[in-house]
């Protein structure tokens, strides 16, 4: 099969109706994990237990009523996303860094997809912070292993920015169509400039717990995001800050769902 064949198939697939309906399942699918990321992340700021990081809230869905079936709702629109952006950073126009952010988008989704199915087929732990350390652990007895944790960090800051202005510039906007109007405009509005700026927040922590376990070369210091809201939590009016938080994760979930409605997907 030629190599003009093979592109002609991949772009047929891309361009399909049922693969833009299904991704924007995905958009719904994030949607409800960062609505009980926040609800866990409000019970933390009250002292309550629980994982609060993408892994915890996927279990907590696993465990509501119908949760098994809402798990493999979930994988089936995080892996059509996945595949939209994979298509959308190979075959799109734009430019090279447009590509390369739906890619990074692609391999995201992909990943959330693989673990919601281990959570759906009775699989599947929380506990990121341990494998954060694991991973940070693997990566320093490497040459140059505090440099490429200090790397990680910094790239994890640099997520976390771009959210923080994406969601104060409400440059997130022009990922909608022109049919949000009226009063529902205004809440997308509030709930994508706040939802965007408060995960920007938590992972700045996450970033910066990396950045202190490359200082001190000590891989328990680096944590996933379950860790860094428990130490933001520790902080000087650490409860109102991840009470914040949490509300805007929340808000991030509802952005989600008006965007798997109203998302551009040209």
Do not use: N
């Amino acid at each position: 099969m030629s190599t003009d064949i093979r592109g002609e198939g991949a772009r047929q697939v891309a361009d399909h109706p049922w693969l833009e309906r299904l991704a924007r399942v995905g958009f719904a699918a994030s949607g409800l994990i960062h609505l009980v990321l926040g609800w866990i992340a409000g019970r933390v700021a009250f002292g309550s237990g629980g994982e609060a990081d993408t892994s915890g809230a996927i279990a907590t869905v696993r465990e509501a009523p119908a949760g098994p079936v809402l798990l493999w709702v979930c994988v089936v629109g995080f892996l059509a996303l996945a595949l939209f952006q994979l298509l959308d950073g190979l075959l799109g126009g734009g430019g090279a860094g447009d590509r390369v952010k739906a890619v990074g988008k692609g391999v995201l989704y992909a990943a959330l997809g693989v673990i919601s199915s281990r959570f759906a087929t009775g699989g599947g732990s929380s506990g990121g912070q341990e494998s954060s350390a694991d991973v940070t652990g693997r990566l320093m007895e490497v040459p140059g292993g505090r440099i490429l944790v200090g790397v990680v960090a910094l790239a994890v800051i640099g997520v976390a920015v771009y959210h923080v202005y994406k969601g104060l510039a409400q440059t997130f906007l022009d990922d909608l169509s022109g049919g949000v109007r009226g009063e529902l405009a205004r809440w997308v509005k509030v709930a994508g400039t706040v939802g965007y700026a408060a995960k920007g927040l938590a992972l700045v922590v996450v970033g910066s717990l990396f950045g202190l376990a490359a200082w001190q070369a000590d891989p328990d210091e680096a944590q996933g995001m379950d860790g860094a809201l428990k130490a933001l939590a520790g902080q000087p009016f650490g409860t109102v800050l991840l009470l914040v938080v949490a509300v805007g994760l929340a808000l991030y979930g509802l952005y989600s769902f008006a965007r798997a409605r109203y998302a551009r997907m040209d």
